[in-house]
């Protein structure tokens, strides 16, 4: 009669645990830019419903229009503007990318009030604004590893050689 084997077999769940650790963190990172992207918008809106107003005005339509200090936020007027600042939430994490939400607007006149092309600058949502600078301080309460980054999209070209 021969022998009969006897097998232990010693297992690991290392990958699966390992697994969940990831996207616990994942999931953790997402929130936290979320948050931020969120009070950033939130600092944008604040800013811009408490600006200081010029005291001399230009008929617009029916209306009056008094735009904003330079230095300051742009004012409310129509709404369009503010109405138009959104925050695009992280996504879920792909290998080889990094996680990042953002807060943006489409409306064509933002950049020019941000920079100051044609009038002074107006900035919002840049490194100059106030909304932007205190977002920066309620990331790093959050997060040491959080960094806020303003993008701009190249200029069209014109055709003019420089």
Same mark, same amino acid.
């Given at each position: 009669m021969k022998g009969q084997p006897i097998k232990?077999?010693?297992?690991?769940?290392? @990958?699966?645990q390992i697994t969940e650790a990831i996207k616990l963190y994942d999931?953790?990172?997402q929130r936290h830019l979320d948050r931020v992207a969120n009070h950033l918008r939130n600092q944008i809106i604040k800013r811009? %419903?408490?600006? $200081? %107003?010029?005291s001399v005005g230009s008929p617009r339509g029916k209306k009056m229009h008094y735009p904003s200090k330079v230095g300051s936020p742009p004012a409310i007027d129509t709404g369009r503007l503010v109405n138009s600042i959104h925050v695009m939430r992280a996504m879920p994490f792909k290998s080889? @990318?990094?996680?990042?939400?953002?807060?943006?607007?489409?409306?064509?006149? $933002?950049?020019?009030? &941000? &920079?100051?092309?044609?009038?002074g600058a107006r900035p919002f949502m840049g490194e100059e604004s106030q909304a932007f600078q205190n977002t920066e301080k309620y990331a790093e309460g959050i997060a040491s590893d959080i960094s806020i980054n303003r993008t701009l999209p190249?200029? $069209?070209?014109?055709? %003019?050689k420089v």
């Open positions: 232990v077999t010693v297992t690991s769940s290392m @990958d699966r999931q953790n990172t811009m %419903k408490s600006t $200081a %107003k010029q080889g @990318d990094t996680h990042s939400s953002s807060v943006s607007t489409n409306v064509w006149y $933002a950049r020019k009030l &941000e &920079e100051g092309v044609g009038v190249k200029p $069209a070209r014109t055709g %003019k």
